[in-house]
C-alpha cells in the first residue's frame, strides 16, 4: 500500500498543471473506397485514439498515441492517392483475414512563442503555399524531426529542422543479428536523413518571397556539417564528398487584398546552365502554381485552384539511397516525379454545415532504372524520352462531403466520391509487369463518426 501511496504528491503535481487528457474514437466507412485499385471494394477504418496535451509558460506538448483497424482488406492502399500514406501495417494472429492494423504515436513539443519555437516533432511538415506541396508535403507518413523557427525581424521568418526518413532498402549487416532459431527474421533499412532551411521574405504587405534548401543523405546517423542552420547545403555536399542528393525551390505569393492570393513555386533538383535552353537538357524542375479566394460567390467560402507539374528526374538520385521518399512515398508532390494535376476546391458553410466540393484531375507516367541512368548521362546522342510515352496511370476524382458538429463531442462527415481511373494499379517502376490493367469507376458513400470523450 505504501508504493502507491508515494505516487500521490506525483499525481497530485501532474494534474494540477494544464494537462489534459482526452479519449477519442472515430468510425468510418466507404462502400468502394478510392484508395484501392479494386473495384466494389467495402472498408471500415476504426481507430481509438488517446490524446494529451499540455500548455504552460513556453511549453507547449501534443501528443497521439492509439491504435487502428482496417476491416474489409489486408493491403496498403494505392500510393497513387492524394490521402496520406500509411507506415507499418500488419496482420497480425488473432484477426480475420480480411483485416490489418497499425498503431499510431506521434508527438508535437515545442517551447517559445507563436513567432519563434524550437521543436522536437513526430509529425507532419508542409512547406511551401500550395495544397499539395512540390518540397515537403503529408503525404510521407508523419516522422521524426527537430529544428526551429525563428522571427529574425518582423518580415523575414526562418526555418530549420533534421529528420530521419525510411529508406526501405535493407541493410545486410543486421540481418543476420535479427534472425531467430525458427529462421525467421527483422529487416533492417539503410539510415536516410534529411534536412531543410527554408527563408520567408516580406517586403511589401502584399508580397511574399521565399526560397527553401533539401538535402538527403544515408549510411551514417547524422552529418554534423548539415547541423549547421545557415549555411547553404549545396556546398558543404560537396565538402562532404558529392554523394548527397539536394534540392532548392523557390516561391511567390501575391496577395492583392485579405481576400485573394495567387502563387507560384518553382523546385529544382539539378540545373546545368549551358544547356539551359535545349531540348537535351539536364534541366530537373518541377513547377506549381494556383490561387486562392475567400468569400467566393458566398460568405464564408473558399475557392482554390492549383495545377502541378513534374519531371520524370526530380525526387530521385543516383544512388537509390538518397531518394526523396519514406517508406515508398514522395516526400514532395503526392503523385511523385513524371507527373501532373489539375486540382480544384470550393467549401462553404450554411449554419453549422460545412460543404466542400473536391476535383483533382492527375496523371502520371514511368519511373524505370533506365530513365534514372539516362538521366545522368545527358546531353548524348540516345534519343529524348517523351514525357509519358512509356505509359501512363490517369485518375479523376469529384468529392462532394457535408461535416456538421453535432455536440460539442460528436462529428459527423457525409460523402460521396466518384472515381474514373485508367491503368489502376500501374507500377511506374515496372510498367511491363501487368499487360492489361483494368479501367474503372468507383462510387462511394462514406460516412465518418468522431467522438471525443
Known sequence: MNKYILFLPLLVIAFSQPLSISPELTYQYESDNEQYAIEGLAVQDYELIIIGQYNKDKLNILSRMGYHLLDGVRSKPSNFTRQQGLHWVEHPPGIADDQSNYYVADLKLEYGDSASFFYFNKWDQHWGPGVNSLTISNKIPRFFHFGFKWQLQENIRFEYFHGKLKSGIGDINYSSQF????????????????????????????????????????????????????????????????????????????????????????????????????????????????????????????????????????????????????????????????????????????????????????????????????????????????????????????????????????????????????????????????????????HSMGIAIRYGF
Open 179 to 442: 534472425t531467430d532459431l525458427r529462421g525467421g527474421a527483422r529487416s533492417f533499412d539503410i539510415t536516410r536523413n534529411i534536412a531543410g532551411h527554408r527563408l520567408e521574405w516580406q517586403p511589401l504587405k502584399q508580397l511574399i518571397i521565399s526560397g527553401s534548401e533539401l538535402i538527403t543523405y544515408a549510411n551514417r546517423s547524422i552529418e554534423l556539417t548539415y547541423l549547421l542552420p545557415f549555411v547553404p547545403f549545396f556546398p558543404i555536399q560537396t565538402y562532404v564528398g558529392e554523394t548527397d542528393n539536394v534540392i532548392m525551390s523557390g516561391d511567390v505569393q501575391f496577395i492583392p487584398n485579405e481576400d485573394l492570393r495567387f502563387y507560384g513555386v518553382f523546385l529544382m533538383d539539378e540545373w546545368s546552365p549551358p544547356y539551359t535552353f535545349d531540348k537535351d537538357n539536364r534541366n530537373w524542375f518541377g513547377w506549381q502554381t494556383g490561387f486562392e479566394w475567400q468569400d467566393a460567390i458566398l460568405p464564408k467560402s473558399r475557392l482554390r485552384m492549383e495545377y502541378t507539374w513534374t519531371d520524370h528526374r526530380i525526387y530521385r538520385h543516383r544512388f537509390p539511397v538518397n531518394d526523396f521518399y519514406s517508406w515508398g512515398y514522395p516526400v514532395g508532390f503526392w503523385a511523385g516525379p513524371h507527373a501532373q494535376e489539375l486540382y480544384a476546391d470550393y467549401s462553404f458553410s450554411v449554419g453549422d454545415n460545412h460543404f466542400e466540393i473536391m476535383l483533382s484531375n492527375a496523371k502520371r507516367g514511368i519511373l524505370t532504372d533506365s530513365l534514372l541512368a539516362d538521366q545522368y548521362s545527358r546531353p548524348n546522342d540516345d534519343p529524348i524520352y517523351e514525357r509519358f510515352s512509356g505509359g501512363t496511370e490517369e485518375k479523376k476524382v469529384l468529392l462532394l462531403s457535408l461535416n456538421r458538429d453535432i455536440t460539442e463531442s460528436l462529428n459527423l462527415n457525409v460523402s460521396y466520391t466518384f472515381v474514373d481511373w485508367e491503368n489502376a494499379g500501374f507500377n511506374p517502376s515496372d510498367p511491363q509487369a501487368d499487360a492489361d490493367l483494368p479501367n474503372i469507376q468507383k
